[in-house]
């Protein structure tokens, strides 16, 4: 069965998109595009990136990942992305984002919706740069092309989305003093993805060693999370160093480590080595790749693996760096060594707090949030207790339920 898999996945990547969009910024250079994998529900959804080196296929890719998980989290809309290929440490980034967002208006306003993604913060960067084009939410293409929502109603929704994923999430719940929902949920079925595989397993997560690729929005979340479920993080890193922990931090300690981040960078110590060899180096057994995609090469895979990790978590958007679109063998060789939590299950927690906001009749409270991220994680991962092929049998999955 596992090969009949992987040749529906390749046909899937390889079929074209319903639209790409390419727009030009004169003032700065700067490319984006906007990729619309399909309009299933009436609307399509995924959010905006911006790095430098970005192309058309990245983004194509990407938005191919959103329709899978919206097989997941809900609701049953088409995957989409944007992004930006532009340097996001150039004071100019704020400026490049709203003129891709006013020329994005159309289908902002009428069929997509857009949120944070890699160098992009859903509260610093996309609420302001939506509202300075006019938008009353990034997501007010979905509340209107698929929910059919106008007027009064649509006011309504927004006001949830607002008061459910930027009000601080307050302790146990989160890491004090309190994160906003928006920078905890996709972290969160990170972790909660490992902690419901352990639990398949019949174990827990205490003192099981964690290595996390990635100290951003979905990094930071996920380490704490896997901290306080009992877990021992023993490496940490940023896009230039790796803090290492070898007895492990936990969920106290790595809130005041986190705290002191520049940016999304760790600060400086004794602890922190140069470069990320300290970080595959750790013998951890769970690793998180959190950073950017395709970070996980084939001869990277097998140093893991020789150093004991046994499960991949994938917080970032494809991971895995395959030769092109299409190309699965990375994908193949990891379902084969590890257990691997593809990103369409591991990182579906803001699609998912999104559906979850905008059906709900009344504003959620956090906890009731956490609970329904809990019930879709457990929903979306194959049953049984599989060691290896569990990417396979995830993907065979939601290319039926997307082909339905």
């Keep these: 069965m596992s090969e009949a898999v992987w040749r529906r996945y390749r046909s899937f990547l390889r079929r074209p998109p319903l639209l790409v969009f390419r727009w030009h910024d004169a003032p700065t250079g700067a490319c984006g595009w906007l990729v619309l994998e399909s309009l299933r529900g009436g609307a399509a959804g995924g959010g905006t990136r911006m790095r430098v080196g970005l192309d058309r296929r990245e983004v194509v890719y990407l938005a191919k990942t959103m329709e899978l998980k919206f097989a997941v989290a809900g609701p049953p809309i088409g995957g989409a992305k944007a992004g930006l290929r532009f340097d996001p440490q150039d004071p100019r980034r704020g400026d490049v984002l709203r003129r891709f967002y006013d020329a994005l208006v159309p289908w902002l306003r009428s069929r997509y919706g857009t ?140 809130e005041r480590l986190l705290g002191a981040r520049v940016g999304k960078r760790l600060p400086p110590g004794p602890n922190l080595c140069p470069g990320h060899a300290a970080l595959d180096d750790s013998g951890a057994e769970i690793f998180v790749a959190a950073a950017a995609s395709g970070t996980l090469t084939a001869p990277r895979m097998r140093r893991l693996a020789a150093r004991g990790t046994r499960v991949l978590a994938c917080g970032a958007n494809q991971p895995f760096a395959e030769r092109g679109l299409g190309a699965t063998s990375l994908q193949r060789a990891a379902d084969r060594r590890f257990a691997v939590l593809p990103d369409v299950v591991a990182n579906c927690g803001m699609a998912r707090a999104l559906a979850h906001l905008m059906a709900a009749p009344t504003a959620p409270s956090p906890a009731g949030l956490f609970t329904d991220l809990d019930a879709t994680v457990a929903r979306a991962l194959p049953d049984g207790a599989r060691r290896h092929g569990l990417l396979a049998a995830t993907l065979d999955r939601l290319l039926d339920a997307v082909a339905a």
């Design 115 to 254: 949120g944070g993604d890699l160098h992009i913060d859903e509260v610093a960067d996309v609420l302001p740069a939506t509202r300075a084009v006019g938008l009353a939410h990034p997501q007010e293409g979905v509340l209107r092309g698929h929910f059919g929502l106008d007027g009064p109603a649509l006011d309504a929704a927004v006001d949830r989305l607002r008061h459910g994923l930027e009000n601080p999430v307050p302790p146990p719940l989160g890491p004090a003093p309190g994160w906003p929902a928006a920078d905890l949920v996709t972290g969160y079925t990170v972790a909660r993805a490992v902690r419901e595989l352990y639990g398949r397993w019949g174990a827990d997560l205490r003192g099981r060693t964690v290595a996390v690729e990635g100290v951003g929005t979905v990094g930071a979340a996920a380490a704490w999370y896997l901290a306080a479920a009992g877990a021992r993080i023993v490496a940490l890193a940023d896009d230039r160093a790796t803090f290492v922990a070898p007895s492990g931090l936990d969920s106290n300690a790595l």
